[in-house]
């Protein structure tokens, strides 16, 4: 039984596979229309800013003719005068339908979706999860790839501290015969517990060679220097896990790179031409992906 | 059981037997004995067990076990049970069961969870494993595995 009324979006471990399907087909058919949200209003409590995911929300119920309320940045927030999460959720959710959350602390959104009745979206929860960006991106798999389940899929970079790349690994034990290839320096591998979940789930290697022969997807995530303790070492990393038209030449003309934005320089601004290069969709495509979830957890359908 | 354990009957109290074998000063600690408390307390460690191998017993005197508490030894004993003695004869019989929600009794090691955090929300886990046991953060979904759950408590 698929509800979406009045659920909340906290943790991508929440949906099943026939879930993320439907979300999938709902942003395909998703277009601009001004009644079909009329009148509602979003409360986007950014407690960090994120001024992307953020812009990304509005333009969603824009679209679909709401509005927000809101704040970004704790200064500006109920956090600079001491009052509690819970008694912010319980305040804002007066004013609004549907609350989009992020904040530094992990499990954050978890306890505003407990306080509230209305439903609450997590749009980042420290490094926990950030399951709107996971949709996003299994949105443009399938959008390029005409399916998900089959795949030969690698992530390449940091997979130790990124976000992205757990949860979408997590979304992709949902999906049968999935192969991932984890290409990291040994020192940003993926995190045990991670690798625990997807054993005997789907079938993954580890190399820290940057190979990306027979890959239909390339997720590249940033490697950021704060990881390393001495700065040769982070050059070297950062000089081996780049993707540039030399490294792109090993790519199946059919396979789609993917990152999260922004980058920094491990993806060559020459790659930006490769008709591989998908990553301006992603970002593109995480509108029609929150207009459906939108429409989804208030309209039901 | 043995004839050692037997001298050492109770009037009133609690008996917990079938520990796993080594746990027992965990489950003290659980139950808050160290130096200062007032009772009397037996324990035995490694006693020959038909049931499990191996066990460790624990017997206080006029003390009486809150289902809270029996909770904290269910994870760091998970066969053990729990008697209560009333005038030398069993007035009731627990045993421990690690129910599948955990609320406010192992604290999350994650500093940067919102159970940590002024906020003072009351942890949550749940089991996601019972054998060696292993629990996930209702907030933050990390994991706590085997061992350090006892540091925890
Ligand atoms: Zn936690």
Known sequence: MLRWQGRDVISIRDFT?????SVIA???????????LRGTVLASLFFEPSTRTQFSFNTAIQRLGGSVIGFAGSESSSIAKGETLRDTIKVVEKYADL??????????????????????INAGDGANQHPTQTFTDL??????????EGLSIGMLGDLKFGRTVHSLAMALTRFEHIKLRLISPPNLRMPVPILHELENVLTYSETEQLDLRGLDIVYVTRIQRERFADIEEYEKVRGTYVLDRKSCEQLKPTATILHPLPRVNEIAPEVDQLPQAKYFDQVQNGVPVRMALLTLLLRGE | MNEELKVTKIRNGTVIDHIRAGMAPMVLRILGVERGFPEV??????VRSQ???FKDVVKLENQFIPDELVKKIAIVAPQATVDTIKDFKVAQKRAVELPSELFDIVRCPNRNCITNSAERVPSHFTVERRESVCLRCHYCEGLVEGESVENLL
């Open chain 2, 51 to 53: 049931k499990i191998g």
């Open chain 2, 41 to 46: 307390v037996v324990m035995a460690m490694n």
């Open chain 1, 26 to 36: 709902k942003a395909k058919k998703m277009c601009a229309d001004h009644e079909l």
């Open chain 1, 99 to 120: 609350i989009v959350i992020r904040h530094p602390l992990e499990g954050s959104a978890r306890l505003a979706a407990d306080v509230a009745s209305i439903p609450v």
């Open chain 1, 139 to 148: 949105y443009t798999i399938e959008k390029f790839q005409k399916k998900i």
């Open chain 1, 17 to 21: 596979r026939e879930e993320i399907e």
